[in-house]
T-cell receptor
Framework: GAVVSQHPSRVICKSGTSVKIECRSLDFQATTMFWYRQFPKQSLMLMATSNEGSKATYEQGVEKDKFLINHASLTLSTLTVTSAHPEDSSFYIC????????????FGQGTRLTVV | SQKIEQNSEALNIQEGKTATLTCNYTNYSPAYLQWYRQDPGRGPVFLLLIRENEKEKRKERLKVTFDTTLKQSLFHITASQPADSATYLCALASASSNTGKLIFGQGTTLQVKP
């Protein structure tokens, strides 16, 4: 199947700093990617839909100025957590499809963010 | 309000038995429903997709059913093995959106004991 790669897999940062997470589709092009957040023992919560060449679509309750998404190419979307706080500590996961919207989604391996 | 619920947080079964996981939804009109497996600290891995006009899908030891009248999907693992121990997530995509964004249930953690 298609491969989606995230980097870094783990990051620790200080409160108030910003962290960038990359999501790449390695062997296909993705006009749309999705960003999820997962707290311990909870399910994936959709944060936003990343659209190549246009603005991301954020889910209700997700601060767009806090979680900046850039999808500048067909193989790369980035999520920047700005002015991170301990409550932003979570597992962030991206996904993409190599075919239509009604097919299987491929997920990255996730990024564990810890804000200290 | 819209909800997607997996009935059990945890399920423990003996090796060789069939595991049955349940996913119910309310106030959605899914175009399709998917099942994923997630291991600790990893991203989900796709298992099966079933569309709104399909009743049943199979893949090796896996079977999924979809009842749009009951608003329910059942996921079965037959001849379960300890290696099947993981968290299983159901997810649906609404028919009203063609972006394919997935809404996930909270997951069921399956433990298969030898």
């Amino acid at each position: 199947g298609a491969v989606v790669s995230q980097h870094p897999s783990r990051v620790i940062c200080k409160s108030g700093t910003s962290v960038k997470i990359e999501c790449r589709s390695l062997d296909f092009q993705a006009t749309t990617m999705f960003w999820y957040r997962q707290f311990p023992k909870q399910s994936l919560m959709l944060m936003a839909t990343s659209n190549e060449g246009s603005k991301a679509t954020y889910e209700q309750g997700v601060e767009k100025d806090k979680f900046l998404i850039n999808h500048a190419s067909l193989t790369l979307s980035t999520l920047t957590v700005t002015s991170a706080h301990p409550e932003d500590s979570s597992f962030y996961i991206c996904s993409a499809r190599d075919q239509g919207w009604d097919t299987e989604a491929f997920f990255g391996q996730g990024t564990r963010l810890t804000v200290v | 309000s819209q909800k997607i619920e997996q009935n059990s947080e945890a399920l423990n079964i003996q090796e060789g038995k069939t595991a049955t996981l349940t996913c119910n939804y309310t106030n959605y009109s899914p175009a399709y429903l998917q099942w994923y497996r997630q291991d600790p600290g990893r991203g989900p891995v796709f298992l099966l997709l079933i569309r709104e006009n399909e009743k049943e899908k199979r893949k090796e030891r896996l079977k999924v059913t979809f009842d749009t009248t009951l608003k329910q999907s059942l996921f079965h693992i037959t001849a379960s093995q300890p290696a099947d121990s993981a968290t299983y997530l159901c997810a649906l995509a609404s028919a009203s959106s063609n972006t394919g964004k997935l809404i996930f249930g909270q997951g069921t953690t399956l433990q298969v004991k030898p």
